[in-house]
């Protein structure tokens, strides 16, 4: 299984020459298998980048089918939506999975409101020409996609819950946990544990360097400290940083992947995007 | 009067290699009078720079005047991150076309639902206050005199003619030009054919837009698309240079500023955009800028170079 970082930022897209090594787009996570099966972590909008990619193959030619697993639908999760190319495609099948956000609304309903015309040209996702399939998640659950075992299981972000994804191919897992936030660093749930079980690779949510974690503790996002944690807990072989700081810099990056290697045996290192990763 | 451009790109933010130079961040400019008071167009990506900006300049809370095109979600999705609405005591109007202001709240208020953002509006610590625009029906925010004006842009949209300080500036974006397509409230699968009436609506904006832009300094224009583009998506509501120098060419504007670029453009393209533009803008007497991320801009007076903000960004 083959994992290519397509968006790495979390919360607001940042352009500039501070963010061009480790990258501005937001959250898009690209999983193949060997086997050429595909599958699709979160719309930012660095699945914008991904979209050009994707219009050379048979997603230009209206044969394209792609799962995309939703965390959630806050914004940055979902902003490239609008935007990526093979949704105009007739032909192309595109299952879009995700839970019901806590609010009440439906995850339909949701993408439907982020369509809607006041903000959206599209005006539905009804005149998106490929065929869309919205399919709710409810974790803990197990989802059937081509190719991949997924496994689910909520997990705490601020006030709200958002899904995490363990995804196994060719022998092979990563664990998704971005927008996570524990009421215990040191003590994270068991449910966590047994989702980056003996992980391959795990995809953590530091958004905060950890002498800025206090001032935004409650807000929803871990320090790099708490994937160390639960990376040395679970037995996970590598622990890959996301969903970086809009106003973390490349060098402030560099500096937090240096502190957070020095305090664990666990191999770090800082998701980049457009970098590819053989799991 | 001097304008601030802190995003300049259309539709969505690019950030990356290709666009450190023009710019990633979409739709945002600031205003500020010769007195230091400041209103800001669009809220973009943008905006959430600015906002940092406002902060650090700021001395306590201010009220901040905030004038949309329209809600598209590139015109309005730096708002929850504009720094200074987390502090308490701020005031933030926002002025936007819409049918009543209370629809205009709950639009504003709909990007912030729990669904798309952690913190709901009315939990934001500045005060909100929503005023509604109607085009030609023109009112003052301190000393900027403000005329909006309609657009031609899916769901609507409204440009801006500001007057201050004895000159003049206006924000015409998004819109289409007034020919082929007429946008109304439905989704356009592609062009559609205009009725008899189609025509007469989209002659009596364009007159409109030219008696409002005429004798204006700097025109900000909507110039998503080069003419090969525009020519493939004539319905996705965007001009092209060219239709915009012809519309300030007989407005007699003295200086356009290309904006709100395609996302696909990268720093190379806008370099052969702003040559080209550039030149045929000389041929007709109109001066050309290609906006930037960072370009500050003094209305009134022609410049040698705007004012870059770092010496990395801007053309090679």
């Not at chain 2, 729990?114 to 005060?127: G, I, N, Y």
Request: glycine content about 10%; some cysteine; aromatic content about 8%.
């Amino acid at each position: 299984m083959k994992i290519r970082f397509w968006g790495v930022r979390g919360s607001f897209a940042m352009s500039g020459r501070e963010y061009l090594r480790y990258g501005g787009n937001t959250t898009s996570v690209e999983l193949v298998t060997n086997a050429g099966e595909r599958l699709l972590i979160d719309l930012g909008t660095g699945a914008t980048e991904l979209a050009k990619q994707l219009m050379g193959s048979e997603f230009g030619k209206g044969q394209g089918k792609l799962p995309i697993l939703l965390s959630h639908t806050h914004l940055d999760h979902i902003q490239g939506l609008p935007f990526f190319t093979p949704f105009f495609i007739k032909g192309n099948e595109i299952r879009i999975l995700g839970a019901d956000p806590n609010s009440g609304s439906s995850l339909e309903t949701t993408l439907q409101n982020q369509l809607a015309p006041h903000y959206s040209p599209l005006n539905g996702l009804e005149n998106l020409a490929a065929g869309v399939s919205i399919e709710t998640v409810r974790p803990p659950a197990t989802i059937s996609v081509p190719g991949f075992e997924v496994r689910t299981h909520a997990v705490p972000h601020g006030s709200m819950w958002t899904t995490a994804y363990r995804i196994s191919a060719d022998g092979k897992t990563v664990t998704y946990l971005s927008d996570v936030e524990y009421a215990n660093l040191d003590e994270p749930p068991a449910e966590v544990l047994a989702l980056a079980k003996d992980a391959d690779l795990l995809i953590h949510d530091a958004m905060h360097a950890d002498h800025d974690y206090e001032l935004r503790r409650g807000w929803g996002h871990s320090p790099a400290r708490a994937g160390v944690v639960v990376a040395e807990r679970a037995g996970a072989k590598k622990l890959a940083l996301f969903h970086h700081s809009p106003d973390a810099t490349d060098e402030m990056i560099d500096e937090v992947v240096q502190r957070t290697s020095a305090r664990t045996a666990v191999p770090v290192f800082a998701a980049a995007e457009g970098s590819y990763l053989d799991v | 009067m001097q304008i601030t451009f802190w995003g300049v790109r259309g539709s969505y933010p690019v950030p990356g290699a290709a666009t450190v130079r023009y710019g990633g961040q979409t739709s945002c400019v600031e205003a500020r009078s010769a007195k230091g008071e400041c209103v800001i167009v669009d809220a973009g990506t943008g905006m959430r720079a600015l906002g940092n900006k406002l902060m650090r300049e700021a001395n306590g809370p201010q009220k901040y005047n905030v004038l949309l095109s329209h809600v598209h979600w590139d015109h309005i999705q730096g708002l929850p991150f504009f720094s200074p609405a987390y502090v308490p005591g701020t005031r933030i109007a926002i002025h936007a076309l819409l049918t009543a202001a209370d629809e205009l709240n709950s639009v504003i208020g709909g990007i912030t639902r729990h669904e798309f953002f952690p913190m709901p509006l009315e939990s934001v610590p500045a005060a909100f206050d929503f005023h509604q625009v109607e085009p030609g029906v023109e009112f003052d925010l301190g000393s900027f005199h403000v005329t909006p004006i309609a657009l031609n842009h899916p769901f609507g949209s409204v440009g801006y003619r500001l007057d201050c300080d004895g000159s003049s500036w206006a924000y015409v974006a998004d819109t289409a030009p007034f020919d082929q397509v007429i946008h109304k409230q439905h989704f356009l699968k592609g062009p559609e054919p205009l009725s008899a009436d189609d025509k007469v609506s989209l002659e009596a904006m364009r007159d409109a837009l030219l008696r409002r832009l005429e004798g204006v300094d700097t025109v900000v224009y909507d110039t998503h698309f080069l003419p090969e583009e525009y020519a493939k998506f004539p319905h996705y509501g965007h001009s092209t240079p060219d239709q915009a120098l012809e519309i300030c060419a007989e407005a007699n504007v003295r200086r356009l500023v290309l904006y709100h670029h395609a996302p696909s453009h990268s720093d190379e393209q806008m370099d052969q955009i702003a040559a080209r533009y550039l030149a045929k803008g000389e041929a007709v007497g109109i001066e050309v800028l290609t906006s930037f991320e960072g370009m500050t801009l003094p209305i009134g007076r022609k410049v040698d170079a705007p004012e870059r903000t770092n010496p990395g960004v801007g053309p090679a």
